[in-house]
């Protein structure tokens, strides 16, 4: 596969990451609004759907790190790669 069509891939799926990870944190904010405008609730702990949310969105946040992470791996072989003289 071409570095050019893997870069893409992966670029594709880092945006998904970002989508994923700013549509959690609207959804967290919007909780914690919501809460706020009741004084019972406010300062009080997590609820399940917040701590799962939380998660959610850690987990997304790991997997975009990865792909960046990933994303400079193949650029660095595609480097030796041409350093060698090989060529896709």
Do not use: C
């Amino acid at each position: 596969m071409e570095l050019r069509h893997r870069l893409e891939l992966i670029n594709s799926l880092i945006e998904e990451t970002d989508q994923k990870t700013q549509s959690l944190h609207h959804a967290l904010h919007a909780k914690e609004r919501a809460e706020q405008t009741q004084e019972s609730s406010h300062g009080a702990p997590l609820t399940e759907e917040e701590q799962g949310l939380q998660y959610e969105q850690a987990l997304w946040d790991k997997a975009q790190i990865g792909l960046a992470e990933l994303r400079k791996v193949f650029e660095e072989l595609e480097q030796l790669e041409r350093a060698r003289g090989v060529s896709q």
